[in-house]
């Protein structure tokens, strides 16, 4: 009876330990969300054009002082060395040796900054780039701009909803898994009440345990989705500067503190539920 306590025990952290791994993927995606969209808008970039008298020195001068505009994040200048480096890698050598000089002009990648990426955004920000002299055209990306908007806003639409439903199940499952676990003790705790316990007092050890059962799955699940991120980072670093130690630390404790409170609960109304049953119910 002890061994088949034990592992029904251990069959119920393991089984809590995976329905909590998906609440902690879950909870890391909902405290992520807006840092991810930031992640995707900030790697837009818009290209300026510099004309074909300005040198390289007149614009970095120029991208120094676009650098310092409030909506700008970052600014890049690509010589023409560097233009002509990634044309031919991307055009082959037989293709620039049909010009007389060098086709492509100085340019300044501008990245703005994310509550900048929108349609309305540069319909104000594109007019004020062009009015610099040195620029004589302007790559807004502005279809990518509505396009990655629309998407992410379908995105976190069909992820709160695959996340709400993901929260809901987990809660069911975990609380079912205690029930069955309490379930095989349901005569322990008929005797208890025969013999005068009140409930507080039958109660009491059941509490204690679902407490430590909620740690140690907790635990269990923090490893595993420690182990899950550590791939992340090895195969996607860049996606894996989103999250941030903070962030990571609120997950755990999210973790945690669902796998201790779940179990509370559903013991406590468990064992309240098994307590009163009549002797004849505990057969069925």
């Known amino acids: 009876m002890k061994r088949r306590l034990t592992g029904a025990y251990l069959s119920s952290v ?26 995707f808008k ?20 120029c991208a120094a002082r676009i ?8 600014t890049e200048l690509i010589g023409k060395a560097q233009g002509e480096k990634e044309l031919r890698e991307m055009l082959g050598d037989d293709f620039l040796s049909v010009f007389e000089t060098a086709p492509i002009p ?3 990648n501008v990245g703005l900054k994310a509550e900048y990426v929108s349609a309305d955004s540069l319909s104000h920000i594109i007019p004020l780039l062009q009015a610099y002299p040195e620029i004589e055209e302007v790559e807004s990306r502005q279809s990518l701009v509505e396009t990655l ?26 609380g079912n898994t205690v029930r069955l676990s309490l379930y095989s003790r ?19 050890p059941f509490i204690g345990s679902a407490v430590v059962q909620g ?25 894996f500067a989103v999250f941030t130690p903070e962030v990571l630390v609120a997950v755990a404790l999210i973790v945690l503190g669902c796998g201790v409170l779940i179990c509370m609960l559903a013991t406590y109304f468990t064992v309240n539920k098994l307590a009163l049953a009549s002797e004849d119910s505990l057969y069925y």
């Open 42 to 61: 900030e790697n837009v970039q818009i290209s300026l054009l510099c004309a074909p008298s300005v040198q390289e020195s007149e614009a970095a001068a």
């Open 149 to 174: 908007n629309r998407n992410l806003s379908g995105i976190s639409l069909v992820l709160g909803i695959f996340i709400a439903l993901l929260l809901f199940i987990s809660f069911i499952l975990i």
């Open 186 to 204: 349901r005569f322990t705790i008929h005797t208890m009440r025969l013999v005068g316990a009140t409930r507080a007092f039958i109660r009491r």
């Open 215 to 239: 740690l140690i799955s907790g635990l269990l699940a923090c490893a595993a989705l420690a182990g899950a991120l550590a791939l992340v980072r090895r195969s996607f670093p860049q996606i």
């Open 106 to 108: 100085v340019s300044i």
């Open 67 to 74: 650098d310092s505009l409030p909506f700008v994040r970052s």
């Open 14 to 39: 393991i089984s809590i330990s995976l329905v909590l791994l998906l609440i902690g993927v879950a909870s890391a995606l909902i405290l992520n969300a807006g840092r991810v969209s930031n992640y």
